[in-house]
């Protein structure tokens, strides 16, 4: 692998479960939008460094060398910087923490700057934009604050700073620890130094005491515990839902055009998600994220979509922002996602599978008794009405449509949960019902069998492979220690397995060509795989290779480059490190005990 042209997203992220903030090595923040995951940046320098704001903390001189690091098991990042006449911290972090007996997670982001050796001299430049950087913030000046406004948008930056500093071209020499504190809406009206250090100390508890509570498996535990941290972070507390990444049009490869929105939750990767949390025992999120798709599911009474809006919204209606220059000259930036409108039918299965633990864990099941049978019975008329259709399938392709083998095998796992919760409640005709289903899904699912090459292509009819079928060993739909298990996964191997462990999501033609990236959380998967049908060794060996394409906090892309190692795509996604965690899981497991997974389905 050729690692002199690696592309590495040089930037770590933080958050309090009500927005996300990138921060560069160049202390900048370059990505940042408020008040929602989903609402225009306020800074953007990811997508166009002139129209995208700044929000950086640079020294007067050139910047010899740049470190950053998490402090031990919190989402609080510090960017040390040394330059030529002296250097210094900077400790970003947003306040979250317990008061009055809820979570306080208000927009606001805290800068701490501090000496380390000798007198640096510093400027400080925050220029938020409004509407995608189509316009800027008016700025006018307060006693010790700044305040930007336009339209119906006011923030505002508090500090311990000489103002005039922000609106004459003068270095300061930083010769004590100086605040910045940057708020949405409401000002920060408190004591800057006293306060702010008092946010850092109960939010540095809050997160450690979090990792502290969480069943962390004892293999590769410091990656692990990053990853929770990672994916708490893009849950959106107010409603529970969990979005892909932060981030819009971070490409999949440069020139692709395979530049997406992702600033939404996937309905149709809820189960991933609900069993990387149920790992970890944080049953709160799990709840939380599970209550959503149950409001959902019982407010979109015609088709559920593959994604929605963090808030339950159904129209996710993408458009393009020709006027922004792009990721490294990458367009088109897209806003909004077309894949809401697509149908992709393994969502119902999901949606079900996703919510079984609510229904028949006796810690959940006394909550929600009431309602079990109505909704149960509304999944399976989805299931039904759709399980002879063709769909745009996982991979979400955009101009054609089969009878997907993964769809198929979500509505048969849907099936089988359904069927479980039958039996557990005494509902006859729900478990007759469910047992026909099942049976069909299963008569799909084998009409994608090659006998010849003896491995499940991708669809009905078709003779392309696909990385989604690897679930038919990890659902246990496929005995992972028969004969057939072992065969289809060596004969995915042969086609979509890349250099390193990493993996293909299938290598077909599609509506932009063939694919040049390999997707990450695939190979989380082929891991799982792996540990699933005996090869533990082998399962071992690949994990490891996969952390290497972590940057240096060890946060994952969406994509990875096999030629190079290069991240790609949105950034970080949150669905690897869903497979991270699930893979370290598995094989932690299997280390475990000689039986290492009774399925959940298992009556």
């Avoid at 992702?262 to 149920?278: G, I, M, N």
Wanted: with cysteine; proline share 4%; hydrophobic share 35%.
């Amino acid at each position: 692998m050729n690692n002199e042209k690696k592309h590495v997203y040089n930037t770590g992220i933080i958050g309090n479960c009500a927005f996300i903030a990138h921060v560069e090595k160049t202390t900048n923040i370059s990505w940042l939008c408020w008040p929602s995951f989903q609402d225009s940046f306020v800074f953007g320098g990811l997508l166009d460094k002139g129209l995208g704001g700044e929000f950086s903390i640079l020294p007067s001189t050139t910047i010899l060398n740049s470190e950053q690091h998490y402090i031990e098991n919190t989402n609080i990042l510090t960017t040390t910087i040394k330059a030529e006449d002296g250097s210094y911290r900077v400790t970003d972090f947003a306040p979250r923490f317990e008061q009055y007996e809820r979570y306080y997670k208000p927009l606001m982001l805290i800068r701490k700057i501090e000496p380390i050796s000798r007198r640096p001299k510093i400027r400080v430049t925050c220029e938020p934009v409004f509407n995608y950087g189509e316009q800027a913030l008016d700025k006018s000046r307060g006693s010790n604050h700044i305040q930007f406004e336009r339209a119906d948008v006011k923030m505002r930056l508090a500090t311990n700073m000489p103002i005039s500093h922000f609106f004459e071209d003068i270095p300061f020499v930083l010769s004590k620890p100086i605040y910045l504190v940057l708020t949405y809406g409401s000002p920060f009206e408190a004591p800057i130094e006293r306060t702010a250090e008092d946010f850092l100390k109960r939010t540095k508890q809050y997160w450690q005491r979090w990792v502290k509570n969480a069943s962390i498996p004892p293999f590769y535990q410091r990656e692990v515990i990053r990853s929770s941290l990672v994916l708490k972070l893009h849950q959106y507390e107010d409603t529970g839902a969990i979005i892909a990444a932060s981030t819009t049009s971070l490409p999949e490869f440069p020139g692709s055009g395979r530049n997406w929105d992702y600033r939404y939750c996937w309905l149709r990767d809820s189960y991933y998600v609900l069993q990387a949390l149920s790992h970890i025992g944080h049953f709160e999120e799990m709840e939380k994220y599970a209550s959503y798709i149950a409001n959902i599911t019982q407010t979109d009474t015609g088709r559920l979509q593959p994604l929605y809006g963090i808030m339950g919204e159904h129209k996710l209606e993408e458009q393009t922002l020709d006027y922004l220059t792009g990721y490294l000259g990458n367009r088109p930036i897209r806003i909004g996602n077309q894949a809401s409108e697509h149908i992709q039918n393994d969502v119902y299965g999901q949606a079900l599978i996703a919510l079984l633990p609510l229904f028949t864990d006796h810690r959940f099941r006394h909550q929600n008794h009431a309602f079990t049978e109505e909704w149960t019975n509304f999944i399976l008329d989805k299931i039904e009405a759709t399980i002879d259709e063709k769909d745009a399938g996982i991979w979400e392709f955009r101009n054609f449509e089969n009878r997907h083998c993964y769809s198929n095998l979500f509505q048969w796992a849907g099936a089988t949960a359904a069927l479980k919760i039958a039996k557990q409640y005494g509902f006859k005709d729900m478990a007759t019902r469910a047992t026909q289903l099942r049976e069909k899904a299963i008569q799909h699912i084998e009409h994608c069998y090659d006998e010849e090459k003896q491995v499940y292509t991708n669809a009905v009819e078709s003779e392309n492979l696909d990385a989604s079928t690897l679930q038919l060993i990890m659902m246990n739909y496929l005995d992972p220690s028969s004969d057939r298990a072992k065969r289809h996964l060596e004969q995915l191997e042969k086609e979509l397995k890349g250099e390193h462990g990493l993996f293909y999501r299938y290598l077909h033609r599609d509506d932009f060509g063939k694919p040049k990236a390999t997707f990450l959380v695939c190979a989380f998967w082929y891991v799982e795989a792996l540990a699933c049908v005996g090869r533990l060794d082998e399962a071992q060996e690949v994990f490891k290779q996969l952390l290497s394409f972590g940057n240096h906090l060890m946060l994952f892309s969406e994509d990875v480059n096999e030629d190079d190692g290069s991240q790609w795509g949105n950034f970080p996604q949150a669905y690897s490190h869903v497979g991270l965690v699930n893979a370290a899981y598995r094989i932690s497991m299997k280390l475990d005990s000689p039986v290492f997974f009774e399925s959940l389905y298992e009556q």
